[in-house]
Each structure stands twice: as C-alpha cells, then as structure tokens.
C-alpha cells in the first residue's frame, strides 16, 4: 500500500521513516542556473545527481528536457498532456504511487514539479520540506550513483495517465486582466532583484513583492511555519484569486506551494512569467 499524504509538504523523518515503501517514488527534480535576468540560464542537475548523491531511491527528473515543452519561445513552459505522460511513465511512477519530489536549492523546482503533477489532476504528490539541503545537513544517507527504472517493466494496466488539466496556469492574457481590473486577482512577484538583476525591464503593474527569503527559513531551507506565512502573505490572503509569478516561473510555485499550505485554494502561477511578460516589448530570456 503506497503511503498516505496528509499535506502537501512530508518532513525529512517522515521520508526516512517510509523510505522503501511499496509504491513511494523519490524524485530529485534539481536544475542548476547561472546568470541573472534576461542573462540566466539553466542546466540539468543530472551530474550532480549522479556523482555528488541524492536521497536514496531517488530518481532524477529532468526539468529542462523532459517536463518542459521543447522549443517553446519561453523557457520551462509546462508540458502538454502527452509528453508529461511519457515522462512520468519513464520514472515508473503508475497512477497508485505517492510521489515525494525535493530538489537541492530552495524549493523553487521540487514545487514546479509539484505543480505540474496536480495540475494534471495527481494529487498524491508531495515536497521535502527543506530538500536535500535539510535532509544532507541532518546527516541522513546519501546514496552516490545512478538509479534507473525502465517504465517497460510496468504492465499495461499500470501505465501512468494523466487527469484532465486544471485551471492552475494564467496566461499572459489573465495577468492582464487583472492587471485592468476586468478580472480581479493579486498579482505576486516571488523573486527580488537578485534573481532579476539591478537593471530590468519593468514587473507587472500592480504586484506585491513576497520573495523566497520571506517564504523560506534560511536556516532550516524549509518553509516557514504557517503563523509566519500568513504574515509573509497578509496583504494578498484576502484576495479571492491570486496569481504568482517570477522570472520563468518556477521561484512562483514555491508561493503558490506555500499559499495552498495555507488553504488558499483559488492561486494560479503564469507560466513563462517575466519570460513571457518581456518577451512582447524585449528579447526574451536566454534558454
């Protein structure tokens, strides 16, 4: 039996004590970048997945090649239906497993995958609450090394099928919507200057600026505890839709995560975010 999930974040021992489990799937979904702006860029995490180590039995998602849209004019652009099928499938997760998804930054690409799970109607997902970073710092094992699973060894019935789509993505159209007031929503920028760089085209019109340092304890790497949150979210959490964005959408759901812990259920995250944002009136960002 797969474990059970009670919230959408699991502790570091609620991981250690299930490891093992029949049908838990451990997904290291790390992206590493460089740069800032219009100038990052990003890259698998696969090497260090493989030779600096990972919760063991994880296995490594890739963001950049497999649940993005290839060749999309924006980087990250969620998956359709199909290609998020094949990418799951080839993890072996079915439709009866509990996935655990952590990453080793701050959260941003563990709840981007979180996200995208949901939004095809899987809800037996869940973050490490403070990522490899908390489970490494705890002194917890590291297995060094790949892990591979072939989706040819499941049988036919337990092909992964993903759920029909969920309204949890805005588009640019709906930012501006809410940018006009024809569609009202909050609008929150969930990274600062230091992601975006000191020169920038302008933000959306009209955001609140609630960034990760805000939403992240920097000494445990895990979310703060849902009193702080609803502090950290106080000027938005009346607002009866609310819409998180970022530079390519992925600091955004670790918003969208935080505010969903809080029980705000009406939250989308605009894919492409400042990527596409920019991309009308300036070059879009590097991929």
């Not at 969920?166 to 640019?172: E, F, G, I, N, Y």
């Amino acid at each position: 039996m797969s474990p059970v999930l009670t919230s959408p974040l699991v502790s570091t021992q609620w991981l250690a004590d299930h490891l093992g489990a029949d049908e838990l799937v451990v997904l290291d979904a790390s992206v590493h970048t460089s740069g800032t702006g219009r100038g990052t860029t990003w890259r698998t995490a696969h090497d260090t997945y493989e030779q600096s180590g990972h919760v063991p039995s994880a296995r490594y998602a890739d963001l950049v090649r497999d649940f993005s849209t290839p060749d999309a004019s924006v980087p990250f652009t969620r998956p359709d239906a199909e290609q998020f099928e094949h990418a799951v499938r080839a993890l072996g997760i079915t439709n009866t497993s509990t996935v655990v998804v952590y990453d080793d930054s701050v959260g941003e690409w563990a709840a981007r995958l979180w996200w995208i799970f949901r939004a095809f109607g899987f809800d037996d997902v869940a973050v490490l609450d403070g990522g490899f970073v908390k489970w490494r710092d705890e002194g917890r094992p590291v297995r060094i090394g790949a892990l591979r699973t072939s989706a040819a060894r499941l049988p036919d019935a337990d092909v992964f099928l993903a759920g029909e789509e969920r309204p949890l993505w805005a588009d640019r159209a709906r930012v501006e919507r809410a940018v006009d007031g024809t569609q009202p929503a909050a609008l929150v920028l969930a990274v600062d200057d230091s992601t975006l760089g000191t020169s920038h085209p302008p933000v959306v019109p009209g955001s609140t600026p609630i960034t990760l340092h805000r939403v992240v304890d920097q000494d445990s790497n895990a979310l703060r505890r849902p009193a702080a949150l609803r502090d950290v979210f106080a000027p938005v959490l009346g607002s009866d839709e609310i819409v998180t964005y970022c530079g390519v959408g992925s600091a955004a759901c670790v918003d969208a995560l935080a505010l969903t812990v809080l029980g705000h259920d009406r939250v989308q995250v605009y894919d492409g975010s400042l990527a596409d944002w920019w991309r009308w009136d300036f070059e879009p960002l590097a991929s």
